[in-house]
């Protein structure tokens, strides 16, 4: 059985991370700012195996906290810039999904009510409020026409990689 965690002060954790963890720390308050920005848990929970000596809870001799700090920073830069181009890809599937049920169906709310105009299920959220988790499922469930219309403006993927490009990106 792990013996329990107890609550540590930010200053504490800071003392934790010098004496028991052995993190070179230069500077104490500005690892406590970070600890009270990011979290404990955020920062050294999320990176440290990439620090700690394989099979121990020890990290490896020269572990300095800015380098931990930079990798989360690292992370985090790159997480922007993915949710920036998810967020124009979301848009833009959720545009021609929209503009072919359209063209296929009409502008009415029964159009998009009706079931017998979708493969499984009736989804009745516009697709400007819809998630990018929404808008994976229901291109899955969009008949096979209007699917391979959506995917003719993605000329680098067929059909098949459009459908598992989208699942993954979900994850994301």
């Known amino acids: 059985m ?7 002060t930010f ?3 800071v003392e934790s991370l010098k004496n028991e963890k052995h993190i ?3 500077d104490s308050q500005y690892a406590e700012k970070i600890l009270q920005r990011i979290g404990y848990f955020s920062l050294m929970g999320g990176y440290k195996q990439l620090f700690r000596i394989p099979f121990t809870k020890k990290y490896r001799p020269g572990t300095n906290f800015d380098e931990i700090v930079a990798l989360y920073q690292f992370d985090a830069d790159l997480r922007e810039l993915f949710l920036k181009y998810l967020l124009q890809i979301e848009r833009h599937i959720g545009n021609l999904m929209a503009y072919y049920f359209i063209d296929a169906h009409g502008i009415s709310q029964k159009e998009y009510m009706n079931p017998d105009n979708y493969n499984n299920i009736p989804l009745w959220i516009t697709t400007s409020v819809l998630t990018f988790e929404s808008l994976s499922k229901m291109y899955n469930v969009l008949p ?3 699917r391979s219309k959506i995917c003719r403006h993605f000329p680098a993927v067929n059909q098949r990689q459009l459908e598992r490009y989208l699942s993954v990106l979900t994850k994301y």
Do not use: D, N, V
Not at 2 to 8: P, Q
């Open 2 to 8: 792990t013996a329990s965690k107890h609550f540590l």
């Open 11 to 13: 200053s504490q954790q």
């Open 24 to 26: 070179e720390i230069p």
């Open 144 to 146: 096979q026409s209007l």
